[in-house]
């Protein structure tokens, strides 16, 4: 009788320990589907921001391009070409501080590298935004040479663009370029160029007699207002592929979260009722056991 006793008592425990083992799984699943449930309504309502930024930001970028276009223009109807023998050049990579928006970021980061590797030396980086730092400054911070911060927590305004093409004109330079985004459609956009001159480019160019007389304050001048014209084009092309990118990245990140809830629910479902049938089991050998 003793030894009967024994193996029951011994069923029991081992039944017992699995109960516990799959009380901890359906504990350790639950705590898991709220938390991806959490982040699922995260990015919708990212998404639902970047939606009112991105109409916002559309709707700028619409009276921003032809203050672009017009400063483009000008250089190539000049003909503006880059002087001297040992050529300097300045790139200015047109990013934000903020992430979660796909590749916005690093495909100007990568351009940018691609071309710091092949020729490193004779070339400044002017980074607007930390992101664009952040990637570059591991192989080429000797090549950084101003960094600007606070970029994409609000529209671009032309008092920012104007506040970098002042520290563009203090660099030593004879050519130059700003790398940015070109916005496209809702789901796509372009890495593109722009033109940067300095003014001593300008004012060697061969048809600038087109636009009249002009003396060196006028090119001078004209020279400060293209610059902030083309960036602040640029920092509006940007923002509304940032936010694009972002809204797209938010939607993509929803419907992820939205499968792996149903994944999880199934999983949870399925691990209860496991449970509940082995209790049965228990409670059932149990009593056969004890007749």
Known sequence: MLGRTAGIVAVQAANNGQQVRGMAT????SLRLKSVKNIQKITQSMKMVSAAKYAR????LKAARPIGEGSKTFYEKAEVQEVGEKPEKLI???TSDRGLCGAVHTSIARQIRNELCESPDNIKVICVGDKSRAILQRLFSKNISVVANEVGRKPPTFLDASKIAREITKQNFSSGKIVYNKFKSVVSYNTSELPLFSQGAISAAPKLSVYDSLDQDVIQSYVEFSMASLLFYAMKEGACSEQSSRMTAMDNA???????????TLTFNRTRQAVITRELIEIISGAAALE
């Open 254 to 264: 929803s419907k992820n979260a939205a499968e792996m809830i149903d994944k999880l």
């Open 92 to 94: 200015v990579a047109l």
């Open 26 to 29: 359906l504990k350790t699943i």
């Open 57 to 60: 930001a559309e709707r700028d």
